[in-house]
């Protein structure tokens, strides 16, 4: 189980543990599968394109550390349930779950009047199934396992606050993240699975390119950011671990703002 009284800076390592990162081929799934290899995780990365996990594979190898690429739609249950299976046969357990697959905002921004129904469904396919059935999978498999567990979801700061840029859907599906997360976490705590959740502003990466490249974009986001940026990848990895480690023992059903301030003003 990921949990016990252990000392000093040990409580943030992960040696002897399996993780799952689903989503670990992309921007911040590749981070966060990084960051929990050099705590010591033997890591496997689930996603739809190969050369991606391969990509993130071999940075961890690079590293001297274990990661298993395991190709899979998570939108797919069964697809879901047999990568799960097989990381935790690969490893002989399974403790960590990363929920790294989702985002697709800035790809359909409509004015909230006139959203559409097929887009609305894209967004919560890509964020709340593709969610929903790996931690489904992967809280059988860590009861059944008898060790608990830990699940670290990404929501984001949409959960909270409104954008004028068109993010009706994002919005409401970032908000049932959060709310599946306290729902877990309640369900789950007599199984020793602790659920959180990280909640970033704007991340530089691929998916929010776009959005960043408009300089007033940009420099409206910045202003309203306390500390006067918007995140990188690697801001990420601290919380990642430390929600996935022994050093969040009591810690559950919490949404951990990654946003330099942003929601800690106005
Ligand atoms: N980038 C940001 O600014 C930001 C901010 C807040 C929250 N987030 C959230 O962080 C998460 C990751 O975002 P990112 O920027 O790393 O995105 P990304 O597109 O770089 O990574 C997502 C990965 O998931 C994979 N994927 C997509 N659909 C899949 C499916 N059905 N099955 C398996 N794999 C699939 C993609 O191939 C990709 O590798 C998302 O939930 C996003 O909403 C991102």
Not at 166 to 184: D, N, P
Not at 225 to 250: H, M, N, Q, W
Request: charged letters at 15%; glycine letters at 14%; hydrophobic letters at 50%.
């Amino acid at each position: 189980m990921v949990g016990g009284p252990v000392s000093g800076v040990d409580i943030f390592r992960l040696d002897g543990k399996a993780a799952v990162i689903a989503g670990g081929g992309g921007a911040i799934g590749s981070a966060i599968a990084v960051g929990l290899a050099a705590a010591g995780a033997q890591v496997a990365v689930v996603g739809r394109s190969v050369d991606s996990l391969e990509a993130t594979a071999a940075r961890i190898a690079a590293s001297g550390g274990t990661c298993a690429v395991l190709p899979a739609d998570v939108t797919d249950g069964d697809a879901a349930e047999e990568v799960v299976a097989q990381a935790a046969n690969r490893f002989g357990r399974l403790d960590i779950l990363v929920n790294a697959v989702g985002g697709g905002a800035g790809k359909v921004l409509f004015s909230a009047e006139e959203y559409p129904k097929d887009a609305w469904d894209w967004i919560f396919e890509l964020n709340v199934r593709s969610t929903l059935l790996p931690t489904q999978a992967a809280a059988k498999a860590m009861i059944a396992g008898g060790r608990g567990g830990r699940v670290l979801n990404i929501s984001s700061v949409r959960a909270s606050l409104g954008i004028n840029a068109g993010y009706s859907a994002y919005v409401a599906a970032k908000g049932a993240i959060s709310s599946l997360t306290r729902q877990w976490a309640t369900e789950w705590a007599k199984h020793g699975i602790n659920v959180n959740a990280i909640s970033p502003t704007f991340v530089d990466t691929p998916q929010v390119a776009m959005l960043l490249d408009d300089p007033e974009f940009k420099a409206g986001i910045v202003s309203r950011i306390p500390l006067g940026r918007v995140g990188g990848t690697d801001d990420l990895i601290g919380p990642a671990i430390f929600f996935c480690s022994d050093a969040s023992a009591f810690v559950t059903g919490q949404v951990l703002g990654i946003d330099g301030g942003l929601t800690a003003t106005q």
